[in-house]
């Protein structure tokens, strides 16, 4: 079953894309990366979107995703799911985050029925 990925429900949910390439390039010392360019050009974006993702053992995972975005058209369409990390120490973390990462993807991946990767983006 396809569903849609449902927008938050903050006022803000969908970011005009100026503003987040202005965020991203000026707290990331303008490393514009190209994720960063794909979010941009994005039609379908969301931003601290809440998701849940149900375990095949029943488990329920809960987060809140800091950036999704929808790349290419039709049957080659596909989400990059982004996280902002902000930590001076992130070598001690990265397995949790990417980890964590992986869950929001894979929490879109099942709510669109598309394709979803996860990225890290530290600051």
Same mark, same amino acid.
């Given at each position: ?29 303008? +490393?514009?990366?190209?994720?960063? &360019? ?7 974006? +969301? ?29 080659? &369409? ?9 930590? +001076? ?6 397995? &949790? ?27």
């Amino acid at each position: 079953m396809r569903r849609s990925l449902a927008p938050s429900t903050a006022p803000e949910s969908l970011v005009h894309t100026r503003s987040l390439a202005n965020f991203i390039t000026a707290t990331s010392g303008f +490393r514009f990366s190209v994720h960063t &360019a794909a979010a941009v050009g994005a039609s379908n974006l +969301r931003r601290e979107t809440p998701v849940l993702l149900r375990r095949e053992d029943g488990t329920l995972l809960e987060g809140v995703v800091d950036l999704a975005f929808r790349e290419g058209e039709g049957m080659s &369409a596909g989400w990059t799911v982004v996280d902002f990390k902000t930590d +001076r120490e992130f070598e001690p973390c990265r397995a &949790a985050y990417t980890a964590q990462v992986a869950m929001y993807a894979e929490a879109i991946g099942q709510a669109t029925d598309s394709s979803a990767a996860g990225t890290l983006l530290v600051i």
